[in-house]
């Protein structure tokens, strides 16, 4: 009896100090500000996919010409993506659809990027992708930006 207290107890405190750091991990990353809400879909096939697999929730940081992304259900310090002001292209825009709005926040808008090479597509509010595409277009003169 004792020690299925003593097991149970354990676990409680396991479970309680892993949210704790889980939180203490977000509010480390918006402490400097300039973070948004940001789903991203990594290496995206040519033709449009509904069904809303590949999808990840996360969050974005503006870094000075950068970008970092990190993931929103991870223990990670790092950032897992880093997208360089320079090398994103954007491509398209265009909302959810089919399965997608379900694997999505409810306001999300979808935007169809490249970078150096890869097809991604970031969704987050109409805000963040206000401040997003003002972002890419305030780039340094002399920095190439192409934003469909």
């Given at each position: 009896?004792?020690?299925?207290?003593?097991?149970?107890?354990?676990?409680?405190?396991?479970?309680?100090?892993?949210l704790f750091?889980?939180?203490?991990?977000?509010?480390?990353?918006?402490?400097?500000?300039?973070?948004?809400?940001?789903?991203?879909?990594?290496?995206?096939?040519?033709?449009?996919?509904?069904?809303?697999?590949?999808?990840?929730?996360?969050?974005?940081?503006?870094?000075?010409?950068?970008?970092?992304?990190?993931?929103v259900f991870?223990?990670?310090?790092?950032?897992?993506?880093?997208?360089?002001?320079?090398?994103?292209?954007?491509?398209?825009?265009?909302?959810?659809?089919?399965?997608?709005?379900?694997?999505?926040?409810?306001?999300?808008?979808?935007?169809?990027?490249?970078?150096?090479?890869?097809?991604?597509?970031?969704?987050?509010s109409e805000?963040?992708?206000?401040?997003?595409?003002?972002?890419?277009?305030?780039?340094?003169?002399?920095?190439?930006?192409?934003?469909?």
């Open positions: 009896m004792v020690l299925a207290l003593l097991v149970s107890g354990l676990v409680v405190v396991l479970v309680a100090v892993g750091v889980f939180g203490l991990r977000r509010r480390l990353i918006q402490r400097s500000g300039g973070t948004f809400d940001c789903s991203l879909r990594w290496d995206v096939p040519e033709e449009i996919d509904l069904s809303g697999k590949g999808w990840v929730y996360g969050v974005a940081r503006y870094n000075g010409d950068s970008v970092n992304w990190f993931r991870s223990y990670a310090p790092r950032p897992r993506r880093t997208l360089d002001r320079a090398s994103i292209e954007v491509t398209a825009r265009r909302g959810p659809q089919g399965e997608e709005e379900l694997a999505l926040l409810s306001d999300a808008v979808i935007l169809g990027c490249a970078h150096r090479g890869v097809r991604l597509e970031l969704a987050m805000d963040a992708l206000t401040g997003f595409l003002a972002w890419l277009e305030a780039a340094p003169p002399g920095q190439r930006v192409n934003v469909a």
